[in-house]
């Protein structure tokens, strides 16, 4: 007769391991959840940085007037989206420039719909509210 494998381990001993190999599984998954939302992923990049600060806010206004007022409301005071006053004090050029390309929550991505320089020059106006 062949014998059983593991045969000899307790029921009770299989059910802690299972245990632990689940509560392991859950912290790995709100470890990887809370690394996507926190949207800590995206490191400075100096040329995104050098195109924003090259280019020009008063086209970034019009861009913001033709596409982003509407959430974001005619002054940045927000709306439907949050509130753009005092941008720069809470996220770099970089995770700015991100947000708009890619989108996060609620908010679209603008990358495939405005240009490259539209998408700067309205991060240039903004961040002067």
Do not use: K
Request: net charge negative; aromatic share 4%.
């Amino acid at each position: 007769m062949a014998a059983v494998p593991c045969a000899h381990v307790p029921r009770r001993t299989w059910l802690l391991i299972a245990l632990a190999g689940g509560a392991v599984l859950v912290v790995v998954v709100v470890a990887v959840f809370a690394a996507v939302v926190s949207g800590d992923s995206v490191a400075d990049d100096p040329e995104i940085e050098a195109q924003v600060e090259a280019a020009d806010p008063a086209e970034g206004e019009v861009v913001y007037n033709d596409v982003c007022a509407a959430c974001h409301g005619p002054d940045g005071g927000g709306g439907i989206g949050p509130s753009l006053h005092g941008l720069a004090g809470r996220m770099t050029v970089t995770e700015s420039h991100h947000v708009v390309t890619e989108g996060r929550g609620r908010m679209p991505a603008w990358g495939g719909v405005l240009a490259l320089s539209e998408i700067d020059a309205v991060i240039a106006y903004v961040r002067q509210f």
